[in-house]
């Protein structure tokens, strides 16, 4: 079983449908969660760090729950811009390992 | 301006050559990291280290080696025992853990490597 696991899409929406993209992790030990975005042929980086309470950021949710070691995003309002691969990422004792990615493509 | 350099952007090889990839960041950070990128795959950890003359191996190690005699450089050789060296080879870097640490990595933009 991977580590980090992502549904790899493609996800068709929308503009201005809401998103949500999941990811599991198999260490029950990782601390710490985070999602990045990644354009095309392009470096990855950070959209946000993923918290037990939940974090918002403008249009962008993220959830974790370490009982089902399930990491969530919602995004609202979608827009054209928000097409990207979008990665789960997970740190456990500094080894920071990413899921695959799902891919966005926001429809006009 | 602070960042992350890598060297060179796309580097042409023959194959059973080594060849090094440089990565140096000014950012005045502890820890540094390698990733391969294949089309259509997320990242894939190479090796890591978290201090200057200590380094991990990550899920992909075989093949590849590296050195951490300064803090600012990480370099990356593939081997000719790597057995499908064509990627895209990303570096990254993180400050330490602490309370005003979000730990997110920083990346450079990235090295391609073709193999003939």
């Known amino acids: 079983r991977k580590e980090v696991e992502q549904d790899p899409g493609p996800f068709n929406v929308p503009e201005g449908a809401t998103v949500a993209f999941n990811c599991t992790y198999s260490n029950s030990a990782s601390q710490s969660f985070f999602w990045y975005r990644q354009d095309c042929r392009k470096e990855p980086k950070l959209l946000m760090s993923v918290y037990s309470s939940g974090n918002e950021d403008g249009r962008f949710t993220a959830q974790l729950n370490r009982a089902s070691q399930y990491i969530s995003l919602l995004i609202r309002d979608s827009k054209l811009s928000d097409s990207a691969t979008y990665l789960c990422v997970v740190n456990r004792d500094d080894k920071i390992i990413f899921g695959k990615g799902t891919r966005l493509h926001i429809l006009p | 301006d602070g960042g992350i350099t890598q060297s060179p952007k796309y580097l042409f090889r023959k194959e059973g050559q080594n060849v090094t990839l440089s990565c140096e960041q000014n950012l005045n950070h502890d820890a540094m990291y390698w990733y391969r990128q294949d089309p259509g795959q997320g990242l894939r950890l190479i090796y890591y280290?978290?201090?200057?003359?200590?380094?991990q191996k990550g899920d992909i190690a075989e093949g590849y080696s590296v050195s951490r005699e300064k803090k600012e450089s990480f370099p990356l050789t593939v081997t000719s025992a790597q057995k499908n060296p064509t990627a895209f080879y990303l570096c990254?870097?993180?400050?330490?853990?602490?309370?005003?640490?979000?730990?997110?990595?920083?990346f450079g933009e990235g090295s391609r490597l073709t193999v003939l």
């Open positions: 280290s978290q201090i200057v003359n200590d380094f």
């Open positions: 990254a870097s993180r400050p330490s853990w602490g309370t005003s640490n979000t730990g997110e990595l920083f």
